[in-house]
């Protein structure tokens, strides 16, 4: 099993510009997540969805949006690139077991920036 | 909100002892450790359930104080491998379900031989 891929792995991007990356999930996962991970501040959340259809706004949704019009992917959307929003993209997803425990299994990330 | 973790750093020789904790200002329903090497994604450690239920690594514990909303990773008898970054990552109680996963800035923890 492949797990959580994410595509692409590398991207440079002038201001303005759009992209979208994708998460996709072998593991019929029913939550999946996109996290921006910067120097110094750790993994914040930016967007979640538990289940097709669904998704819902974490800690820093400004300037993404996403779409999970398939159970196994999930896309995160760049309308109007920043250099803000240079960083490294992780993407998530899980299953909440019997016990109540929800653990994430993390795709390999993605390098942006913007110029 | 972010949960606060401490030590920012800290470097070990082979086979010290290691604390690092974690603490929230909000209730929370469970308390998840992952590592980081440079260059990787994050990998599960262990997670601490309210209520008592752990799930983790073989030769590393955590605890879990649900009144003080703190936890703490004991990493005994280190090895080289065990350099990263550790990150703990709280989920809170939520009438309508807990799917959030928010996680502190980290500790960079670094062995030497």
């Known amino acids: 099993n492949a797990g959580v891929t994410q595509t692409p792995k590398f991207r440079v991007l002038k201001t303005g510009q759009s992209m979208t990356l994708l998460c996709a999930q072998d593991?019929?996962?029913?939550?999946m997540y996109w996290y921006r991970q910067d120097p110094g501040m750790g993994l914040r959340l930016i967007h979640y969805?538990?289940?097709?259809?669904?998704?819902a706004k974490g800690e820093v949704p400004d300037g993404y949006n996403v779409s999970r019009l398939k159970k196994q992917n999930f896309l995160l959307g760049l309308e109007s690139a920043a250099p803000s929003q240079t960083s490294v993209y992780f993407c998530?997803?899980?299953?909440?077991?019997?016990?109540?425990?929800?653990?994430?299994?993390f795709g390999a990330g993605s390098r942006l920036t913007v110029l | 909100q972010q949960p606060v973790q401490s030590p920012q750093a800290v470097i070990l020789r082979e086979g010290e002892d290691a604390v690092i904790n974690c603490s929230s200002s909000?209730?929370?329903?469970?308390v998840h450790w992952y590592r980081q090497k440079h260059g990787e994604a994050p990998v599960f450690l262990m997670i601490?359930?309210?209520?008592?239920e752990q799930k983790g690594h073989e030769k590393i514990s955590a605890s879990f104080n649900e009144k003080k909303q703190q936890s703490s990773l004991y990493l005994t008898a280190s090895q080289l491998s065990y350099s990263g970054t550790y990150f703990c990552?709280?989920?809170?109680?939520?009438?309508?379900?807990?799917?959030?996963?928010?996680f502190g800035k980290g500790t960079k923890l670094s062995v030497i031989p």
């Open positions: 998530a997803s899980s299953y909440i077991e019997v016990t109540g425990a929800n653990v994430l299994t």
């Open positions: 593991m019929n996962h029913e939550y």
């Open positions: 969805s538990v289940g097709e259809g669904t998704t």
């Open positions: 909000k209730a929370l329903y469970s």
């Open positions: 601490l359930l309210k209520g008592g």
């Open positions: 990552g709280t989920e809170q109680i939520s009438g309508a379900g807990s799917y959030q996963l928010t």
